[in-house]
């Protein structure tokens, strides 16, 4: 196996657990976030940007990364790790939710998906063969399977989701039998199911019966309601195998993590740090901070007066980043984003404090934010 | 005097002088190239990323200062330095340059300019005065007069580039007159005249004799040929007085600075290599490489062998940074503006290295763009 879950210690509170995932290109943490880095770049971050902020696990998107360099510019180097410099873990999707979510048009059938490229226009045919080839290339320490992705479980019906479900299983077997590079890169198998409680049983069933490294939970935090979020995971992630990681995909705001944690989850990616660092929404523990807002224009306070960022321990204001933004200066997305990643990685470091103390309420007091609906980001529009 | 110039040693090949300038914010080398954060903010990067490139001074403009976010809320602060995070020396130009040249509307007479602001089309009024005023509240270490720059000499009647010439005199009395803290910032004087050596000479002789810490050449690179910028440049140098610090303002290719200081200039400034680099044309010793270009499609080579920038030693490669460009990823123009601000300060170690060393065939040798009549990328356009 290409990687292994050492499990440290257990909460008393909840299923949470503290470890750490070996991978041939070092040591991960666990719970982990992963910040995302789309097409072998993490928007406006240098690689030691992002190490900064105590990132351990990057994520690259496949269907990007075969887009445009192409996988096989990329293997040139040997793997993305080389070509991006980022000289640590690295976990791919396989495409699938891209292919999905963002083609224009599409044909989807039991051997695959045809849509057209966002960057050429041109057709593009995926299949479980062809992701798990473009990750071979790609060689990250942790690749995904390819998977039937409906969109938000509310508009689509039960039948479709179910249909979804099957297919993703059978091409779960064509994804293992397709890996040319087990012992260099762990295939993850991902759960489906939407909302549909009996759907997510079933198909964690069917998937956990193909022996692989670690599992996933995928189709959750595509429209939901964090209500349904909360349920679907706390449902689905104890019928996961308890020795392997478990990984919950483009999971997401602080809230949903530590209750994800909670039900036994070790891993999450999401672009909300840097997504919303671009448009100048910064996280803080006691939520979000809308930084066009005219009520910052004379604020000397950094984003978070405790927080050691580059950005805040470096002394860069609120005034600052809102002039910056105001400005249409690029160093404002690079500042807030290097400030968001590293509040996502002060979470999990809080958790894994939590974790470790059995200390599960403490966190939740030290993090206001934990207890929200939802980031609700202060300050009027301007 | 708030700045003094320390001349270490005068070539004994050329004009050029070695130094060093002592300012309230500490000490900058010269010859200096200053790179240009226009609005309070280097385009990209991050205040430890410019100090990573060597530059011990930048440049900012008060036009968009002055405009957005404004010199009082600058103020506030106490100054730029504390603003923007920039705990080393700061120039501001007048804004008289951004006015002539970026301005829609105006009417000029020999009081001041009226312009539409190019942040939201409000009349703006400005005269020595309000330049002064404005530079006081931003708080560069050196700051500059407010002068009447006609654009490029060709295209304007030499009476223009007269008036122009007499209108900048009256207006440096007026500067001074203005200027409240003599102490704390230093006010340099501009030369003016186009490439009229008459009006040149006439310009230098009605501007030195205003007693102040620089001074200054203007109006260069304003459009006409590297021959004519080298002319003028070697004719005015040396009409400024020799015991105080020379800067040509807005020059230039790595040829024209290397030109200036052998006819006796001490500082510059340009956009170049941060404009170049976030448009992917990256300098080297050698002439300048188009990164966008195919035939780096799979360069594993960074952009110079031997450089010590962040980018090449990061070791990312020309391959990278041409994917960077074509997805549109804001760290393409981050890398490459670190690297080309880089190049600049190599260029000014190894000409500083020249004129101690009296060696100044042999930087010629080193750096092979100095010798080509203007920087050619090469290459191919796509």
Redesign the interface.
Known sequence: MAIRLEILQRSSENGARLGRVHTPHGVFDTPAFMPVAT??????????QVRSTGSQIILNNTL?CML??GAE?IA??GSSHA???WNAPILTDSGGFQAFSMADIRTLDDDGVTFSSFVDGAKVRMTPEVSIRAQNLIGADIIMAFDDCPPAAAEVPMERVREAMHRSVAWLHRCKAAHARPDAQALFGIVQGGTHLELRKESAARTCEIELPGYAIGGVAVGESPERIADTVRFTAPLLPDAKPRYLMGVGYPRDIAIAVAAGVDMFDCVLPTRNGRNALAFTREGALRLRNARF??D?APIEADCDC?TCA????R??LR??F??G???G???VSLHNVRLYQRLMLAIRRAIGCNAWSALETDWPCLSAAREQPTGDPE
């Open positions: 097409a072998a770049a993490m928007k406006g971050l240098t690689p030691e990007h445009r360099p510019r040139k180097f070509f991006m410099r224009a004379d000397q580059q470096g002394g860069f204001s005034a600052y002039h910056l105001s400005a200066e690029m160093l997305p690079t500042l």
